[in-house]
């Protein structure tokens, strides 16, 4: 309960627009997800967030990592916080990675088995064990609208026997993560508050650079009758090419009626195209981190805010955004910001560029919803 995803229309290249319903609120799809890895979308305070862009509707969905929550300040500290919503005033739907991912690009020493991966901290070095139960414990107790099942991302380039076998301990664990999340997921923090409602469970086909195994992987993930599903493993390294190319023959064989996230992607121009082939949710930290460090997204292309010509430039950022970074500073003055390492450069940036990200949605909605792609 707490869950359905309706689509409204399809467009000629497989676009789709459609609404999530989520027990924290409606989302408008296809969209982007800002990412609060650690409970926090960097640099951004939530009132912001929730003004920010698409017309000043705000970000609708944001993203946490459950790794990094588990961490600290530890998952059962927030759940007697009363979950993740309320632990960082965010009263909009949210979503939880699995850790997977990040147990394998963060931590050291992994010790990967069938029953799970043993890893040490990045943050003090201490052991640690994540199996999919675990994974599954620690996202209910985080309490977000989705929780994500606990996966492998296999490092590229692999071998095709290798991402093969990796891929097999995906779906093993999907299953895993599915039972435990079953017999779990009344646990939320906030169950008995919104009438029994209850997260929801993703899967995430993997199958590296490999159109089979992509094919193999996302058939055997909609036999495990998931809400939705997710395509992992891609953003690795891989050209842009490649990257299209599995998304396009893994989108062939997942369900048209349930919400299709492509995790981990993407610059602007491409969170557009994928959305246009059919893709209803992605995340990404490019828009924060590129804020921090200076490069900010226009309707004309990147921009590094260091560069000098900036100087005495009296304009916005892009002159047709209209964010309220855009209609309030000029980019002599965000330069300023950055080259003094005020830590308002970061705000601005990031408010900036996550603006822009939420109206590329809106504007890809509108094209969808109305026909005009
Ligand atoms: N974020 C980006 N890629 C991935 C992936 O393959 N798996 C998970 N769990 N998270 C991701």
Redesign the pocket.
Known sequence: MGFSFEVDRTAEGGGRRGRLRLPHGVVETPVFMPVGTAASVKAVPQSLLEEVGAGGKGAQIILANTYHLYLRPGHELVRRMGGVHRFMSWERPMLT??????VFSLSKLRKISPEGVEFRSHLDGSKHFFSPEHSMDVQIALGADVA?V??E?VETPATWERTRESMGLTHAWAQRSKDHFELHKDRVPWFSERQEQTQSLFG?V?GGMYADLREESAKRLVEMDLPGY?I?????GEPREVTREMIARTLEHLPKDKPRYV??VGYPDEIEEYARMGVDMM?CVLPTRSGRHGLLFTSEGRLNIKKKEYAEDQGPIDATCGCMVCRRYTRAYLRHLFASGEPLSAVLNSVHNIAFYLDTMERVRGDLGTGRS
């Open positions: 990675d699995s850790g997977g991912f990040q994500m606990f996966d991302c995430i993997q997710a992992g493993g891609l953003a690795v995790m981990g995340d």
